[in-house]
């Protein structure tokens, strides 16, 4: 599904044309927070492993990836949503876009900035926005503290975000996007394994693996002796009539 009004970036790598195997697994995640946190960043860390410094303010891209996850194969889609204040003047219009987002995705990043207060206490209301929209589900969602790396101009404790986490029951990770790929990384392969795990349990059946064989042609042994059995049912029954 595309999500109307977003733009799609497609840092694609191709699905491997093989004979006999399909990819089976569609994991889509949605990253959301305030301006300037570094939802973009984060993503394309992930991606491509460069940090890169600026980006023109996200009006919603979204990235598609095919990622090993543990041995499992899995289409990722990531949809960056564009970070929202509550005074700007395209408010609705931002939240309408992410309101689309998170009715479409089954993971979630809520990610704050440790030096920008208003960004982690848009958290609360993000998180009871998903809630609300899935009210059944256990969708899982992590909390991330980023820019870890400017400790001078912190204004989030961390000890604020596990607080919030315990109470609203999800994980908590601070993380420089700058400096560690391998935080980035580590965050976003959880969440795929949540999701992943979470779609098994939802299809109600264990799907024995990331990919399912293709259906192989009629084995005509067996429909022969399907066949002679039908006929010799049909002669029983005729010398019975
Ligand atoms: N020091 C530092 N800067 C970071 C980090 N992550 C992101 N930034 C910077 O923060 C700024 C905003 O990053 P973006 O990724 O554009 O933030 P965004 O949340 O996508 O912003 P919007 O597009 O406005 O929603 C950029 O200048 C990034 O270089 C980090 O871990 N450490």
Sequence with gaps: MRLPNMSTNFLLTPIPESSDQVISKDVKLAILGSSSVGKTAMTVRYLTKRFIGDYEPNTGNLYSRLVNNEGEQLFLQIQDTPGYTQVQEDFFQVMDSISKCVQWAEGFLLVYSITDYAS??????????????????????????????????????????????????????????????????????????????????????????????????????????????????????????
């Design 120 to 241: 982690y206490q848009a958290i609360r209301p993000l998180y009871q926005h998903i809630r609300k929209a899935h009210p059944d589900a256990k969708i899982p969602i992590v909390i991330v503290g980023n820019k870890g790396d400017l400790l001078h101009a912190r204004q989030v404790p961390a000890n604020e975000g596990i607080q919030l986490a315990n109470e609203l029951g999800s994980i908590f990770v601070e993380i420089s996007t700058s400096e560690s790929f391998q935080d980035v990384s580590d965050v976003f392969q959880h969440l795929c394994k949540e999701v992943s795990k979470l779609n098994l349990h939802c299809n109600g059946e264990r799907r024995r693996a990331s990919v399912i064989p293709r259906p192989r042609s009629p084995n005509m042994q067996d429909l022969k002796r399907r066949f002679k059995q039908a006929l010799s049912s049909k002669a029983k029954s005729a010398s019975l009539g």
